[in-house]
């Protein structure tokens, strides 16, 4: 078997989906920061609701009630905002991946944990997820930004896929950065199916979260051949 060197990546948070150049500073005052916070609540309202290319920034502005010299105050362009937005909102719509895996923990039970943690996270930001999907077609950086953090996510899982081998629970005859990345697509793009362009299924194809999950994770366990402790 052909094995992968994703243990040689080190641990820390990954990527940020956000452009780092295009973040400024925080307001130094209590004001400054609530207003910021206000404008970037509005512009999410909006772009979900308008999409990336639709949305203008007399729109932000009047869904979040101020001038547009307030906006610039804070922010000089649509991206520079949608950055923000990012920002504030990466790590309550992106899961943590399969966590390190205790000697005593149930493998199993772990990825299910961690496949319902995604998919409550999904379902809670799925119109900002479909937004993403569309300024990742027209925006080359924003994608190489998105593969970047997807990727981490990937190598996170890969590493826990190898500490199951290496413990003798899992399929040893699978490459785990090959397995974790073609697994890791399948639980996205079940997300994306269920809870972007779910809302046009016909009511038989439909299911709720708990099943998602459980099939997700039969899914996931099948694949690597997860044994039991």
């Known amino acids: 078997m052909s094995r992968s ?9 990954p990527p940020s989906m956000a452009n780092s150049a295009l973040l400024r500073e ?20 909006v772009f ?8 203008r920034l007399v729109d932000i502005t009047t869904e979040a009630k101020c001038s547009s010299g307030t906006f610039y105050t804070y922010f000089s ?10 920002e ?14 205790d000697p005593d923990a149930d493998p199993a039970g772990i990825i299910e944990a961690s496949n319902r943690a995604y998919f409550e996270a ?4 799925a119109k900002l997820m479909a937004l993403l999907e569309q300024v990742a077609s027209i925006d080359p950086e924003f994608r190489k930004l998105r593969q970047r953090r ?12 190898e500490s199951l081998q290496a413990r003798g629970l899992a399929d040893t005859e699978v490459d785990p950065l090959l397995a974790s990345r ?16 779910g809302e046009d299924a016909s009511e038989d194809l439909r299911v709720d979260l708990d099943e998602l999950t459980r099939i997700g994770t039969r899914l996931w366990v099948n694949a690597l051949r997860i044994s039991p402790l």
């Open 150 to 161: 997807a990727e981490a996510f990937v190598r996170r899982n890969a590493r826990s896929i």
């Open 48 to 55: 979900e609701r308008s999409g990336y290319l639709d949305t």
């Open 77 to 86: 362009s649509k991206e520079e905002i949608f950055a923000a937005v990012l």
């Open 182 to 197: 073609a697994l890791s697509g399948m639980i996205s793009r079940l997300a994306f199916d269920y809870f972007v362009t």
């Open 122 to 125: 999904y379902r809670r930001n």
């Open 5 to 13: 060197t994703a243990g040689e990546e080190p641990e820390g948070p």
């Open 26 to 45: 925080l307001p130094a005052t209590g004001r400054g920061l609530r207003t910021r916070s206000a404008l970037i609540a509005a512009a999410r309202t």
């Open 88 to 101: 504030l909102a990466q790590e309550d719509m992106m899961h943590p991946g399969m966590p390190h895996l």
